[in-house]
């Protein structure tokens, strides 16, 4: 098992364009969510997926758009980037929603937008 | 109102000798699991261990032990016999089962351990 992969490992912006995150996981998964992680803090949720066809936004939606056709992808997209979105984008998957599933992570995406 | 409170910024720790991380949190849920994570300066995000709510005994991986004090609410990571490689920032974080929020897991700010040789 590949377990939770994500590309671009690093992605440099300009201000304006929109590019897509890309997070797979091959566990089988319901849940799937990302985070974003800004320097010296903690991960803040953006959006997640509790199956294939059904996302909900997180603490920190805006600017970002989420989709989940398959169950085991869930894209995130930059509609159009901007400095505070300079941040380090993990993907997560978790069994179910239980508080005992346990979230695995993605190796995460370094995103600079100048 | 933090949910999760990890007040040691720094902690630094001999190698070989055993080292504990601080975190309280906040629910007012029943049912909810804690969870460490370690994240080195390469950047993942590592379980290291889990102690669900209901769980009358300590979790413990390996060196890892989860000290639960269910009442006080706190969840302090202990890990034995530190070593170099221990060196990395480590975050408590909760997940509860919210309606609102799919489950999220809510981060505190991390610990920054770093083992001496």
């Known amino acids: 098992n590949a377990g939770v992969t994500q590309t671009p490992k690093f992605q440099v912006l300009k201000t304006g364009q929109s590019m897509t995150l890309q997070c797979a996981q091959d566990m089988n998964h319901e849940y799937m969510s990302w985070y974003r992680q800004d320097p010296g803090m903690g991960l803040r949720l953006i959006h997640y997926s509790v199956g294939a066809g059904i996302t909900d936004q997180g603490e920190v939606p805006n600017g970002y758009n989420v989709s989940r056709s398959t169950t085991e992808d869930f894209p995130l997209r930059l509609l159009s980037a901007a400095p505070s979105q300079t941040s380090v984008y993990f993907c997560?998957?978790?069994?179910?929603?239980?508080?005992?599933?346990?979230?695995?992570f993605g190796p995460g995406t370094r995103l600079t937008v100048l | 109102a933090q949910k999760i409170t990890q007040t040691q910024p720094g902690m630094f720790v001999q190698e070989k000798e055993a080292v504990t991380l601080d975190c309280t949190y906040d629910?007012?849920?029943?049912?909810?699991?804690l969870f460490w994570y370690k994240q080195p300066s390469s950047g993942e995000m590592i379980f290291l261990i889990y102690?669900?709510?209901?769980?009358?005994q300590n979790a413990t991986e390996g060196r890892y032990s989860l000290n639960f004090q269910k009442a006080r609410k706190s969840a302090n990571l202990v890990i034995s016999a530190s070593q170099l490689g221990d060196s990395a920032m480590y975050f408590c974080?909760?997940?509860?089962?919210?309606?609102?929020?799919?489950?999220?897991?809510?981060f505190g700010e991390g610990t920054q351990l770093t083992v001496n040789p």
């Open positions: 997560a998957s978790s069994f179910g929603l239980a508080g005992s599933d346990t979230q695995y």
């Open positions: 102690q669900g709510s209901y769980d009358e």
């Open positions: 629910t007012s849920d029943q049912s909810y699991g």
């Open positions: 974080a909760m997940r509860e089962r919210e309606e609102t929020s799919g489950s999220r897991l809510t």
